[in-house]
T-cell receptor, first 114, second 113 residues
Framework: DAMVIQNPRYQVTQFGKPVTLSCSQT?????MYWYQQKSSQAPKLLFH???????NEADTPDNFQSRRPNTSFCFLDIRSPGLGDAAMYLC?????????????FGPGTRLTVL | SQKIEQNSEALNIQEGKTATLTCNYT??????LQWYRQDPGRGPVFLLL?????KEKRKERLKVTFDTTLKQSLFHITASQPADSATYLC????????????FGRGTSLIVHP
């Protein structure tokens, strides 16, 4: 089955220690997204790639970076995690350019910052 | 400012009844509205899409209505089952703008046997 895969499912890091979350997709979608979701809150879009074009949301902290080396993979790097960065990180994909952009989400990575 | 409002209180209903969840919005001109289901510790899963020129959409036991005058969408699950218990998020896509939908916080539905 075509899908969006995230690894790891659970990540524990120490305050200030860099961490990388990964996402891969077999849907061959043009667009890949990273969302941050805290408990009982809406998913908050951090950035997205349309093919190789990177789009950063205006309020995404500089501490968050992303890489998309190819169509299938996308990474989220948190350079110096703070306690406030503990959250669920969701990767999503979409076909893009359809005008009604249905999002296909991965299972998420739960990040804990000690 | 733009807002998407979904009831933060959980909706508790008895199995077999119809569950109705609400999504209200302000200062948006949505081209479409989507509903997603999210189970605890998992990513959201797309359920239904309704466009601004559509009043109602159905899929099996699910029904969505969209009233652009009231700025509201209603999401109905008929003959609800305990397996329908989850959080349901609405997401709005703008007219002529970004293709990316903006999500609400979701409402938790608990169906009691």
């Amino acid at each position: 089955d075509a899908m969006v895969i995230q690894n790891p499912r659970y990540q524990v890091t120490q305050f200030g220690k860099p961490v990388t979350l990964s996402c891969s997709q077999t849907l061959n979608h043009n667009v890949m997204y990273w969302y941050q979701q805290k408990s009982s809150q809406a998913p908050k879009l951090l950035f997205h790639y349309y093919d190789k074009d990177f789009n950063n949301e205006a309020d995404t902290p500089d501490n968050f970076q992303s890489r998309r080396p190819n169509t299938s993979f996308c990474f989220l790097d948190i350079r110096s995690p703070g306690l406030g960065d503990a959250a669920m990180y969701l990767c999503a994909t979409s076909a893009g350019g359809t005008g009604t952009d249905t999002q296909y989400f991965g299972p998420g990575t739960r990040l804990t910052v000690l | 400012s733009q807002k998407i409002e979904q009831n933060s209180e959980a909706l508790n209903i008895q199995e077999g009844k119809t569950a109705t969840l609400t999504c209200n919005y302000t200062n948006y001109s949505p081209a479409y509205l989507q509903w997603y289901r999210q189970d605890p510790g998992r990513g959201p899963v797309f359920l239904l899409l309704i466009r601004e020129n559509e009043k109602e959409k159905r899929k099996e036991r699910l029904k969505v209505t969209f009233d652009t005058t009231l700025k509201q969408s209603l999401f109905h699950i008929t003959a609800s089952q305990p397996a329908d218990s989850a959080t349901y998020l609405c997401a709005l896509g703008l007219s002529g703008g970004s293709y990316i939908p903006t999500f609400g916080r979701g409402t938790s539905l608990i169906v009691h046997p």
